[in-house]
């Protein structure tokens, strides 16, 4: 059984730094693309942020395009997010997430969700 979890949120303040992880446990996935979703309260899930199986291509929403670096490791099978220049509007829950293609995540044809993990930026 895949899973997916995720580590590293917290409180930050505003202008502060946060790096997400992801580590994929039952199975191996580095084939898949993955990537990050995030929803806050009365909003949609989005995809902030994705990266192809090979770390080749790496898609970002526009509000987090040079404040947010995704990356792959351990031989693809885990992906961090390094956030910084955190402002109160990234407050969200953050998930996991993995698709069989890249444009597939990036499109929101997910197979693979996380638990979640809680950012909360304060002033």
């Known amino acids: 059984q895949v899973q997916l979890v995720e580590s590293g949120g917290g409180l930050v303040q505003t202008g502060g730094s946060l790096k997400l992880s992801c580590a994929i446990s039952?199975?191996?996935?580095?084939?898949?693309?993955m990537g990050w979703f995030r929803q806050s309260p009365g909003k949609e899930r989005e995809c902030v942020a994705a990266?192809?199986?090979?770390?080749?291509?790496?898609y970002y929403t526009d509000t987090v395009k040079g404040r947010f670096t995704i990356s792959r490791e351990n031989h693809g099978n885990s992906i961090d997010l390094q956030m910084s220049s955190l402002m109160p509007e990234d407050t969200a829950g953050y998930y996991c997430?993995?698709?069989?293609?890249?444009?597939?995540?990036?499109?929101?044809?997910?197979?693979?969700w996380g638990q979640g993990a809680e950012v909360t930026g304060s002033s």
């Open positions: 039952g199975h191996t996935l580095i084939s898949y693309g």
């Open positions: 997430a993995a698709a069989q293609s890249f444009m597939r995540l990036a499109t929101g044809d997910v197979e693979f």
């Open positions: 990266i192809s199986w090979n770390g080749g291509r790496t």
